[in-house]
């Protein structure tokens, strides 16, 4: 079975700095990708970035990045030059390729962003 | 390309009702997977269709309940509605052997 834990449940970060979101996961599975998805008040589930789990590269789109820790379990979410915008509830998530496809997601970590 | 849309946004039954939600994938998505987001929580997976037959269950009771149409819409029925029911109800499409998952704007059931 897989787990994903996100041990911050709020963080903080003023306008133009960089903040980082920590997540770390557990899987028997050989295949997988983990994601990052941004739910702002409206509520719609946001994909932010994806990282497949065989590629050893960090993945990076635009002002988001992620430190992909195989070994360790850890896919931590980096944003830089935060925006007001970016103020949202933030799931960490995994799924495994073949069966069901099914999301598993952490308890989520709500950052706001302060002018 | 239109989105994923979810009907009705908001919700509000009395325990032991029935309730139908639905859903409209995002064109050309075979598959429909609904999620069930308690407040301050996670989304929890509840079940997946592909091509109109269940494709994986989560770990929720046989009163909740899906169907998936030949468009790929999706409905979700939960039976004999009970207060915990409360919760945001997401659904996403995607497209088989794909992993990305597009997500709806979901509907608040509030159950009293």
């Known amino acids: 079975a897989q787990t994903v834990t996100q041990s911050q449940p709020e963080m903080s970060v003023q306008e133009a700095e960089t903040v980082t979101l920590s997540c770390t996961y557990d899987?028997?599975?050989?295949?997988?990708?983990l994601f990052w998805y941004k739910q702002p008040p409206s509520r719609q589930m946001i994909l932010v970035i994806r990282?497949?789990?065989?590629?050893?590269q960090n993945a990076t789109e635009n002002r988001f990045s992620v430190n992909f820790q195989k070994a360790a379990k850890s896919f931590s979410l980096k944003i830089s030059d935060s925006q007001l915008g970016d103020t949202a509830m933030y799931f960490c998530?995994?799924?495994?390729?073949?069966?069901?496809?099914?999301?598993?997601f952490g308890k989520g970590t709500k950052l706001t962003v302060n002018p | 390309e239109t989105g994923v849309t979810q009907s009705p946004t908001h919700l509000i039954k009395t325990r032991g009702q029935q309730v139908t939600l639905r859903c409209s994938s995002q064109?050309?998505?075979?598959?429909v997977s609904w999620y069930q987001q308690a407040l301050g929580q996670g989304p929890q997976f509840i079940f997946q269709?592909?091509?109109?037959?269940?494709?994986g269950r989560g770990n929720f009771p046989p009163r909740f309940s899906g169907l998936q149409f030949p468009n790929y819409s999706s409905e979700l029925n939960v039976n004999a509605l009970e207060l915990d029911d409360s919760a945001l109800y997401l659904c996403?499409?995607?497209?088989?052997?794909?992993?990305?998952?597009?997500f709806g704007q979901g509907t608040r059931l509030t159950v009293v």
């Open positions: 996403a499409s995607s497209l088989a052997g794909y992993t990305e998952a597009f």
């Open positions: 899987t028997s599975e050989n295949n997988y990708y």
């Open positions: 990282q497949e789990a065989y590629k050893q």
């Open positions: 998530a995994s799924i495994s390729q073949g069966g069901s496809e099914k999301l598993v």
């Open positions: 064109s050309g998505h075979n598959t």
């Open positions: 269709y592909y091509r109109e037959e269940e494709n």
